[in-house]
């Protein structure tokens, strides 16, 4: 009887430090951004530096790193991507490293699971690729940044201790977006923001400028802002009418004006000397 309750009040004891929430040395951390129309998501654990040698120590040189610490960092795209120049399949995949004094390999597993050099098989790499580290202000903290966010393209950022690791990821987007515009605009009620908005996209991007002209002009005749006039300009402009550009532009100065709008004034008078430099008048 004793040894059956011992045995109970072991059996509570261990289920209860399984299920102890403590802090740990290495916290989980998450990173989420869209990049064009897809979204990216990298999970991994970030130890820190405490007073130690990170390169040549912690991280050994000419060693697979898991690039983080508990288990290998994951990176997830729910759309196709080009990662460093090379095209990725929507998925999850295992971050390895390989850090070496004057160069990194960087390489995209599509085992989700491996820990580094334990399993790991160089035929499941989708991304292979060397990256020239930088120093960078001290670190504290390991971090993996999603930056430099511009259009259909980012940088991924390791960094720790002083060193930076930067590769791309680029995820195009021009064709799916005009694809949602065509449905957007087919559908019953359109609004003049939608039309503004689909005028201003294809006048960014350089395609459709005759579309852009004919969404930008029914904009603003649904409702006339500032800044959808301002894309009106713009949308005279892509299609070679600059003297109606220059008119247009300084409609939208002047409603820009009298709204105190001073970053689209300035926007305006930026455009009309570059068009009147052009050959407009």
Not at 17 to 34: C, I, N, W
Not at 184 to 208: N, P
Not at 221 to 240: E, S
Request: proline fraction near 4%.
């Amino acid at each position: 009887m004793r040894t059956a309750l011992l045995m109970a009040a072991s059996a509570i004891t261990f289920s209860s430090m399984a299920q102890l929430d403590l802090p740990q040395p290495s916290p989980l951390g998450k990173v989420e951004q869209v990049v064009g129309l897809t979204n990216v998501t990298i999970e991994y654990s970030r130890p820190s530096v405490k007073g130690r040698k990170i390169l040549g120590d912690v991280v050994p040189y000419n060693t697979m790193w898991r690039t983080g610490a508990n288990a290998s960092t994951k990176l997830t795209f729910d759309g196709q991507v080009t990662v460093a120049g090379s095209l990725v399949k929507p998925g999850t995949y295992s971050l390895l490293t390989i850090p070496h004094e004057g160069s990194w390999e960087v390489m995209l597993n599509s085992d989700s699971k491996v820990n580094g050099a334990d399993g790991y098989d160089p035929n499941l790499n989708v991304v292979m690729t060397k990256v020239e580290p930088t120093k960078g202000p001290f670190v504290e903290t390991f971090t993996i940044s999603i930056t430099d966010v511009v259009k259909d393209a980012a940088m991924i950022e390791l960094a720790w201790a002083e060193f930076r690791v930067r590769f791309s990821v680029e995820a195009p987007s021009t064709d799916q977006a005009l694809a949602n515009i065509d449905k957007a605009l087919a559908g019953a009620e359109v609004k003049a923001g939608m039309y503004g908005s689909a005028a201003r996209f294809c006048i960014d991007r350089g395609v459709r400028s005759k579309e852009a002209l004919a969404w930008a002009q029914k904009s603003v005749d649904m409702d006339a802002k500032f800044w959808t006039v301002h894309t009106l300009a713009l949308a005279q402009a892509a299609n070679g009418d600059l003297k109606t550009a220059i008119a247009t532009a300084q409609r939208s100065k002047e409603m820009a004006a009298t709204e105190k709008a001073d970053a689209y004034v300035k926007l305006n008078d930026e455009k009309i000397a570059e068009w009147k430099a052009k050959g407009g008048k």
